[in-house]
């Protein structure tokens, strides 16, 4: 089952609003609440999240007259529709089913509470799950102003149960074939793991090959494919509902909010199954605009020629985390307009109203507890309200980036429980890290996996790649071939999809691709760093991880100042063909990145920290954002323009002033095209 894009019909208006949870409230309350968030430009609300219990009190027992009441007055107004299936929380009659609630990493069975606490291989929760998702769609299907079916509710976490262990079973002998292929490519002849029958293989966890918790394991391939079966069992429910959903509404587009770098689900495994790729942005403290830019990327490039949906964001504050600090004027506006520039075609909130009761009691809402109409933030979304009108005529536009980003579910959970070379490189953080200087030059990616087509790009990012195969390093050689230069190095392509270290130099199979060999690498606590000098005479510094290059084909850029192993090569060139290969053979510090993309795009290259720049394609015209994240800046404009938030134009040449947080959406029409 894949998406169809031609089954999935525009919203009349661009969706702006959020999540609403009108269950909680009276009936008068739910009339002025609908009343104020429509006049200041709400027109979509996300109905049903969590009314399973509400919807199905017993077994066999079903009631929808609490879900009809709360539609009548959002019917009434005319709103737009994202009508959720509750299946991110079941009824507490179905915890009493022995298969239902999950068991967890130490092996204990949980009782009912909190939600996600369903077993994603339980054929009680499936039925039931599928079940309800269909007598929704039977009975709303025709629902005036549905513009989006939304499964469940932030899938994710794991389940070590006896139903997900017989699943386990199926899917390796579904992958393997044979128990004998399943002991060489688990290579269990290591610590006397063979296993005698399907039946000897028990989920990983803390009462198994675990110790020290889930990233220390004595064999890490079993992990490795029991968090591949994982994903695919929780892509399973999803798709469930899916097919159950349409049996009635087959025109109708279905999500899931996504969780953007989300490390329990593959994303790019379940991209097929979402006709809206939606997601859930709250950025963490300390990750700025650039980080938050990736995770847009990431969730766009899993289906490029779909729709993408800001599913959820805050409008003040989250409520979770130990600290829990306001977005200060103009960030939210700063942030929405963030999405809607890398490819957002509906931005919503979580939530509407604050609820009064339980863990999310004080989490920011439009409304707050008084429902008050007088405050900042009910003012900063109605301004944002009148503003993403203008964003209805960006729907349908594309980037057209020159750079990509390679990011694998497989590397990342393969590196993250590696014993050695270090435990202290965070896949995604060190990602983001590398590529926050391309965003601070304004240069625009592509987030793709590296076994994607990626001939055409003139940049390819792929840092620790850890888990890179014969196939993979092809596809990367034949983009290298075709002119693309490939920025790659230290934790890149040490094991296999097998989780095996291949017969050959490090980089295994990139070692050809990159000109180089390493014989060694050091890995050094915190503190301990080592001196970089680069051939042009910079001096810089390095941490974590090192390894001792030896160029086979390829010239030294940059050799260590310090250490026993100074003068040994660490960052290398290889021209190849039409590309160009660097080998960055250490965790570079953040001058050291600043030197390496000179080397890669040229000093000429302007950088601008704090403020994104972000061009996007209609079919006549290009729109340019331009967002101030922080400082003040200069922009001085090269064609003429009209700012679609303000009207006002602008002739080629104008010098416009921004200080941050301030947004500029600037459209300037295709050569030919009309103005």
């Known amino acids: 089952m894949t998406a169809d894009p031609a089954a999935r019909p525009l919203p009349a208006l661009f969706p702006y609003g959020g999540d609403y949870c009108p269950e909680q409230w009276p009936a008068e309350v739910r009339e002025r609440d609908l009343d104020t968030l429509r006049d200041i430009g709400v027109n979509t609300v ?24 709360i539609l009548e007055p959002v019917l009434a107004r005319n709103m737009q529709i994202v009508l959720a299936t509750p299946t991110g929380a079941h009824p507490a009659w179905m915890a009493r089913t022995a298969d239902v609630t999950r068991v967890d990493f130490e092996g204990r069975r949980h009782l009912f509470g909190a939600r996600h606490n369903s077993c994603p291989s339980s054929a009680t ?9 269909g007598l929704l769609a039977q009975r709303y299907h025709d629902l005036p102003g549905l513009v989006a079916w939304h499964i469940g509710n932030e899938f994710g976490g794991m389940c070590y149960c006896e139903s997900c262990a017989a699943g386990f079973r199926r899917w390796l002998q579904e992958k393997y074939g044979t128990l004998e292929e399943l002991n060489r490519r688990w290579y269990t ?40 079966f994982q994903s695919e069992a929780l892509r399973e429910c999803f798709r469930r509902e899916k097919q159950a959903i349409r049996r009635h509404s087959p025109d109708v587009p279905v999500t899931a909010n996504l969780m953007g770098f989300f490390k329990d689900i593959d994303y790019r495994r379940w991209a097929d199954d979402l006709d809206i790729v939606s997601w859930d942005n709250y ?163 592509d987030v793709v996996s590296p076994d994607a ?110 250490g026993f192993y100074a003068g040994t090569a660490a960052v290398t060139r290889r021209d190849t063909g039409a590309g160009r290969v660097f080998y960055v053979g250490a965790r570079l510090d953040e001058a050291g990145l600043r030197t390496l993309w000179d080397q890669v795009l040229g000093a000429a290259e302007d950088r601008a920290p704090g403020l994104e720049r972000v061009r996007r394609r209609t079919d006549d015209a290009e729109v340019l954002f331009l967002l101030a994240h922080d400082g003040a800046h200069r922009v001085v404009l090269d064609a003429a323009s009209t700012d679609l938030l303000t009207g006002d134009s602008f002739p080629a040449g104008a010098v416009l002033p921004l200080t941050a947080p301030e947004v500029r959406v600037l459209r300037r029409p295709l050569h030919g095209a009309p103005a």
């Open 189 to 228: 002849l290591f610590w006397g793991h063979t296993m005698h029958s399907f039946e000897d293989i028990v989920p990983p966890s803390a009462l198994s090959e675990h110790w020290n918790g889930p990233a220390y394991t004595a064999f890490q391939i079993i992990t490795l494919d029991y968090r591949r």
């Open 453 to 562: 087509d990626l001939t055409g790009y003139d940049l390819i990012l792929a840092p620790v790649l850890f888990v890179t195969g014969p196939e993979r390093a092809a596809n990367l050689e034949r983009a290298v071939a075709a002119g693309a230069d490939l920025v790659t190095g230290f934790l890149s392509g040490r094991v296999d999809e097998d989780d095996q270290a291949p017969v050959l130099d490090v980089p295994g199979h990139l070692a050809p691709l990159c000109g180089i060999r390493v014989d060694e690498t050091d890995s050094q606590p915190e503190g301990v760093d080592r001196e970089i000098r680069w051939a042009d005479g910079t001096i810089g510094r390095a941490d974590t991880v090192f390894d001792l290059v030896t160029p086979v084909d390829a010239e030294p850029l940059a050799d260590y100042g310090s």
């Open 283 to 445: 950025p963490r403290i300390g990750h700025g605009p650039g980080r938050v830019a990736l995770a847009h990327d990431l969730m766009k490039g899993l289906a490029p020629d779909r729709p993408m949906w800001l599913m959820e964001q805050t409008p003040s504050q989250t409520a979770w985390r130990p600290d829990n600090p306001l977005q200060e004027p103009g960030l939210l506006r700063l942030r929405t307009w963030q999405a809607i520039a890398h490819g957002a075609e509906a931005t919503l909130y979580f939530q509407m109203r604050a609820s009064r009761g339980a863990s999310e009691k004080f989490h920011g809402a439009i409304l707050n507890h008084a429902a008050r109409t007088d405050t900042r933030v009910v003012r900063e979304v109605a301004q944002i309200g009148a503003e993403v009108r203008a964003a209805a005529q960006l729907r349908g536009s594309r980037t057209e980036h020159r750079a990509a980003v390679c990011v694998d579910w497989d590397s990342w959970w393969s590196l993250e429980m590696s014993d050695g070379p270090t435990r202290r490189v965070p896949y995604v953080d060190e990602i983001a890290r590398i590529h926050q200087d391309l965003f601070d030059r304004g240069i625009g990616v």
């Open 46 to 69: 996300t109905l049903g999240v969590f009314l399973w219990s509400s919807l199905h009190p017993a077994p066999g027992v079903y009631d929808f007259s609490v879900l009809d009441e």
């Open 125 to 133: 929760f499936r039925a039931e799950s599928g079940e309800i998702a």
